[in-house]
């Protein structure tokens, strides 16, 4: 199945010399993930929601100081290559490009409506992230901007007393510290990236004027929705997926069968990383911009990843996927790249960013960018389980014509 059907011809677009405040006016249209950003008639790459949210850029900033080098595909992409770039690169919208220009974008939601009929082989237990990073009611702002920021996460689940009572947005709390906390907005619920959950009714609290530092001691209770959205660990992905639709969510809490204690977290992430899983282990390392490696095949890439994990015990990889961007900056010709690594483990996963020329380089800083936070124990959420052989058979028979 290609993309031919599900890319959008509608799509934000913006100069590279446009001051960033114009583009935050354009996220004000909750559906809109990312903006593309073009130099005349060439593509440069895209800004997306969460790079506005958490800017620290002046409004006066150009937006092409914010600008994400993601993947770009062509109208025949195949859906579960689509799905693995936007795990790779995590970005959930990817230029479609024609005779190099933009000629629409295909979105995450796009590949979860299209793939949802075929969801109903894997259940939330599969796929869900088991480790809840969760606030309490009397969390303090600034203490939950920092968890959030500091675990790539865009929704916080609020819990007291065992119970989950409320969810709070990176947006929200963002746009509450910046603007003088004069609106009164709870779990923005049209988020697609991070792994937390979203509800869409709107928590209140009323306008409050203050300076920052008196408004980041306000308790999360003060701003938090209070209705959350919850799955129990045994439904499955397409009811999951049609439940984010229905209620504009990106993510739901799950919690014990029967009970309202919460579990962990599946957002819409954890679905289409489901759609890269393979049936064997052949792929583990999964490897995007590989030309971009001279010097280096994939065997020497699945190496290196191997040398750096096998210090740390009896961890087990699930699965490694690498993504290569090459930008047009050079150094005596040798391009600047950057390398991503995302890295999944039984012990949790690990991300790692490392910029350099040529990407052997690149690889090797992410790589030891990586091995630091493996020596720090610094994880972002528990490792997902793979389903069974039947399972597994039933999701990829419609990709491989079964």
């Given amino acids: 199945m290609d993309i031919s059907e599900i890319l959008s011809t509608k799509f934000t677009e913006f100069d590279i ?22 130099d005349g008639d060439e593509y440069r790459g895209v800004v997306s929601r969460r790079q506005v949210a958490s800017s620290s850029n002046q409004p006066s900033a150009k937006v092409g100081s914010q600008v994400q080098h993601v993947p770009t595909v062509e109208r025949t992409e195949d859906v579960r290559e689509v799905a693995r770039l ?11 490009l024609d005779d190099d220009r933009v000629v629409g974008v295909v979105t995450g939601d796009a590949v979860l409506d299209a793939v949802r009929p075929f969801l109903d082989a894997v259940t939330v237990e599969d796929a869900y992230t088991a480790e809840l990073i969760n606030a309490t009611p009397d969390t303090t702002m600034g203490q939950a901007l920092n968890m959030l920021r500091d675990a790539g996460i865009a929704h916080l689940p609020v819990v007291g007393g065992g119970d989950l009572v409320g969810m709070l947005s990176l947006y929200d709390v963002i746009e509450f510290t ?34 920052a530092d008196r408004m980041l001691d306000l308790p999360v209770r003060n701003l938090m929705s209070d209705a959350v959205a919850t799955v129990e660990r045994s439904a499955p992905l397409d009811e999951v997926v049609e439940t984010m639709f229905e209620r504009e969510i990106s993510s739901l809490v799950v919690t014990a069968d029967g009970t309202n204690e919460p579990m962990g977290i ?18 583990a390392v999964q490897v995007f911009g590989l030309d971009l490696l001279e010097g280096m095949d994939y065997d020497d890439v699945a190496a290196l990843i191997e040398r750096t994990t096998s210090k ?63 020596l720090k124990g610094k994880t972002y959420g528990k490792s997902k389980k793979h389903s069974d052989a039947d399972e597994q058979a039933r999701l990829y ?4 014509g079964g």
């Fill in 17 to 38: 010399g446009t001051p960033l405040s114009k583009v935050t006016g354009a996220f004000e249209n909750q559906e809109l993930d990312a903006v593309v950003v073009t």
């Fill in 86 to 96: 936007m795990i790779g690169s995590d970005a959930k919208t990817l230029p479609v």
């Fill in 312 to 374: 740390y015990g009896e961890m087990s990889v699930i699965k490694t996927s690498i993504q290569l961007q090459e930008h047009k900056e050079q150094s005596r010709g040798v391009p600047l790249v950057l390398a991503r690594i995302r890295l999944v483990t039984d012990r949790g996963y690990f991300t790692a960013d490392g910029e350099g020329y040529g990407a052997p380089h690149a690889l090797r800083l992410a790589t030891n960018a990586v091995e630091r936070q493996l």
């Fill in 178 to 211: 910046t603007r003088g906390g004069s609106k009164s907005q709870g779990g923005s619920s049209s988020d697609f990236g991070g792994r937390g959950g979203g509800g869409q009714n709107r928590g209140g609290f009323g306008a409050r004027e203050g300076d």
């Fill in 266 to 283: 599946i957002t819409k992430t954890d679905v289409i990383e489901a759609l890269t899983w393979e049936r064997d282990d052949r792929n």
């Fill in 397 to 400: 028979g419609w990709w491989l």
